[in-house]
């Protein structure tokens, strides 16, 4: 059987591999839940179970492209979790049959796949080369390519409990771009314009009127600029129709705000829900549904409806 930390390391392997095309498909994100399911752990005959906090290790990859640097990275950490040929041939068939999943192979997978191969059929599997790599552990030296390797897993907390900072962090990177706001100023932005998202989301359609109305509401309220508003709502609206954990957003929302900024708060939410010339019923209870969670009242609902009106 083979370890369940070297089964999770493959994993993101076989993720990274497939976004060497610059694309990861639905097939292939089918194919890999089917193989780690099929995968037995190491200390039962029954079926590879995954906690959340692994599924979330896994889908922060599968979230965005893995670049070269950081799937060198993995490999290498893959090759030094390697510890006999049966280790070797699971990661090298299960590599290929990811890469087949599709049923489309393109020049960029074959060459990573190519590449991955490579490096773990050169680890040394032997009784010597095994001890050698024990004892060296940690002191091992490693290039400074794989050193500086982005990890985006630092910032697995952050996918996990604000999803819509997270992306906003990411696209400042990307862009080597600062916004001249706090960190925790930003981290409450972030839930804020998930929250507004999800009352413009009602209908499943969010309107240009609807999206300048949560970018001007943030701007009034929390004092920022339109260029960190923008980015906040643009981010938040793209990731409401995907995988945004309401329950953990007005858990944090809950935490990191005061009463009278909460009350301030679900005014806001009407400004958007009436940004298209109306509250409609589903979008009042979509509201009473947050502020009931957020701990509020139902006299406090009520007058925040009757400001709106």
Not at 188 to 214: I, K, Q, Y
Request: glycine share 4%; proline share 3%; hydrophobic share 45%.
């Amino acid at each position: 059987m083979s370890d369940k930390k070297l089964i999770m390391t493959l994993g993101k392997v076989i993720i990274a591999a497939a976004w060497a095309d610059g694309e990861i498909t639905f097939q292939e994100i089918n194919c890999l839940k089917d193989l780690l399911f099929r995968m037995p752990h190491v200390t039962s005959n029954e079926e590879m179970q995954l906690t959340a906090q692994e599924w979330a290790q896994l889908e922060i990859y599968i979230d965005s492209p893995v670049d070269e640097a950081e799937r060198a990275r993995l490999v290498e950490e893959l090759g030094g979790q390697l510890r006999n040929p049966h280790d070797r041939e699971l990661v090298l068939t299960t590599l290929d049959e990811l890469i087949k999943a599709d049923g489309i192979i393109t020049p960029e997978e074959l060459a990573v796949e190519a590449e991955i191969r490579q490096v773990l059929t050169n680890v040394n599997l032997s009784l010597i080369g095994q001890v050698s790599r024990l004892i060296q552990g940690p002191m091992q030296r490693r290039s400074e390519a794989i050193i500086h390797a982005p990890n985006r897993e630092h910032h697995l907390e952050d996918y996990v409990k604000n999803k819509v900072y997270y992306k906003v962090r990411q696209r400042l990177n990307l862009a080597d771009e600062t916004l001249t706001i706090t960190e925790v100023e930003l981290r409450r932005l972030s839930l804020a314009g998930g929250l507004m998202a999800r009352v413009a989301h009602v209908d499943r359609l969010v309107t240009e009127d609807e999206a300048a109305t949560m970018i001007a509401t943030l701007q009034a309220d929390w004092s920022i600029s339109a260029e960190a508003a923008t980015l906040v709502v643009e981010v938040a609206i793209s990731e409401m129709g995907i995988d945004l954990d309401y329950f953990r957003l007005v858990r944090e929302f809950f935490s990191s705000t005061t009463p009278t900024e909460r009350m301030d708060f679900l005014d806001a939410l009407f400004k958007v829900a009436a940004a298209d010339g109306e509250i409609s019923p589903a979008e009042s209870r979509e509201i009473r549904h947050i502020a009931r969670d957020l701990n509020m009242t139902q006299s406090q609902f009520v007058a925040a409806k009757d400001r709106a009106a």
